[in-house]
């Protein structure tokens, strides 16, 4: 992934990224307030995102390429994380081998293109990574003394608090955190810290919110008038990290809707594992977050058309719900006792072999991906570096040109962003 960002990358502002031009005006004017980086972006409270993208632009004068980066390093500790709590799930290495190969294969899937090529979404990158660290943090209770109890709490708590003023979509680290005391059967004391917390975290997140309309001025409701579209959306943003070829819905809604079915017989099987419950937990809470971002996301861009639902930064989130259950298929193989080591290998065998057409459809989709968006850059890289840019060159980087261009000078004027 590293070298895709490097030969793909280009190092150019595009879209949401111009609303950084703001808080860089500010900054020159000694004007910057804690209300310019909590104002509110789409649905999204980008508090963290804006100040570690604030750093790293008067660090590198705003490389954006750099920026990408950025996103691969938090990218990295996720991973990271996730492979220690497989080394915690899984007793045979071989086992443990062949899960952390197939989850980070999946991980860092190029389907995810749009987020990778896109210093901006940075904020997915720290998102997905906080809700990771609260989930590892909370899962490590039952192995530390008392005194580091409360260390791992707070990192946990601060974690879902970056998670939150990350993205929307980070508030459900909250429901996802109970979920884990709960399962692990913590004191009640700490699900309620852990409640109380995430319900002002929330309401802080809401004071002062501003509802977003959809296309023709849709509502949150919208879905609840278009029932079957809703469940559309649902299938094919599960199934989204299968990629699509061209907008077809058809094979993401196949995936997501049998992905959806094998959780029946996974979750009855880890039921009847309970006593081991500790094993699968991350996982459960993996493939809950992902079912709950699914449905939230479903909430509020089904308004947009289903097709919206195949949206290539919605996978950084569908992956996890892969992942988990991918983990858990694993675990639960490695926890039967009584088949002998050629029938493990040739269940794993079948895993690969039905993982393996998906994960090339995703890699094919993602270098498409990749392509397309970095020749889109390249565009706009050439065309705003002329004197006086047509309207038409502004319109593929910002829908407006007569905003986007004196924040196009003002680049210009500081050297900065390649220009």
């Known amino acids: 992934m590293f070298v895709a960002i490097i030969h793909y990358g280009v190092n150019t502002p595009f879209w949401d990224q111009w609303e950084m031009v703001p808080l860089f005006e500010a900054v020159s004017h000694h004007t910057l307030s804690l209300a310019d980086l909590w104002r509110q972006h789409n649905e999204h409270r980008t508090f963290f995102p804006n100040i570690v993208l604030l750093i790293c632009a008067y660090i590198t004068h705003w490389n954006t390429h750099i920026e990408m980066l950025v996103g691969l390093c938090f990218a990295i500790v996720s991973a990271s994380l996730i492979v220690l709590m497989l080394k915690k799930s899984i007793v045979k290495l071989w086992l443990g081998l062949i899960a952390a190969v197939l989850i980070a294969v999946w991980f860092f899937s190029p389907v995810q293109w749009e987020d990778w090529l896109w210093g901006w979404q940075v904020e997915w990158f720290m998102c997905v990574a906080a809700v990771t660290t609260s989930i590892f943090s909370l899962t490590r209770f039952t192995e530390k003394s008392a005194h580091r109890r409360i260390a791992i709490f707070v990192l946990a708590i601060l974690s879902g608090i970056i998670g939150s003023y990350s993205l929307a979509g980070g508030l459900i680290v909250w429901p996802v955190g109970l979920f884990i005391l709960v399962a692990m059967k913590q004191a009640k004391k700490l699900w309620g810290s852990w409640t109380v917390i995430g319900i002002l975290a929330a309401a802080l997140y809401y004071y002062h919110y501003i509802p977003q309309p959809g296309p023709n001025g849709a509502t949150t409701t919208f879905f609840l008038h278009h029932p079957l579209s809703f469940i559309e959306f649902f299938f094919a ?5 299968v990629g699509s070829v061209s907008g077809d819905l058809q094979a993401p809604v196949l995936i997501g809707a049998i992905l ?3 959780l029946v017989p996974i979750l009855y099987l880890v039921w009847n594992r309970r006593s081991d419950i500790h094993r699968y937990i991350p996982w459960l809470a993996f493939i809950l977050f992902g079912l709950l971002a699914a449905a939230s996301t479903d909430v509020g861009r089904l ?3 289903v097709g919206f639902a195949l949206s290539s930064r919605y996978t950084a989130f569908s992956t996890l719900f892969i992942i988990g259950v991918t983990a858990i298929i694993i675990i639960l193989l490695d926890g039967l006792k009584t ?15 039905v993982s393996l057409p998906l994960v090339i459809s995703s890699y094919s ?11 889109l850059l390249k565009e706009i890289d050439v065309c705003t570096h002329v004197a006086n840019p047509a309207n038409a ?8 040109s007569t905003v986007v261009r004196p924040r196009l000078e003002f680049l210009k004027a500081k050297h900065w962003a390649g220009y």
């Open 237 to 241: 943003l599960i199934g989204g990290s």
């Open 260 to 262: 959806l079915t094998s």
């Open 303 to 305: 308004s947009y058309g």
């Open 339 to 353: 088949p002998s080591k050629e029938f493990n290998q040739v269940v794993v065998t079948c895993l690969l072999l």
């Open 365 to 375: 989709v993602g270098i498409q991906g990749f392509r397309s968006q970095s020749q």
């Open 393 to 400: 060159c502004l319109s593929l980087t910002y829908p407006s």
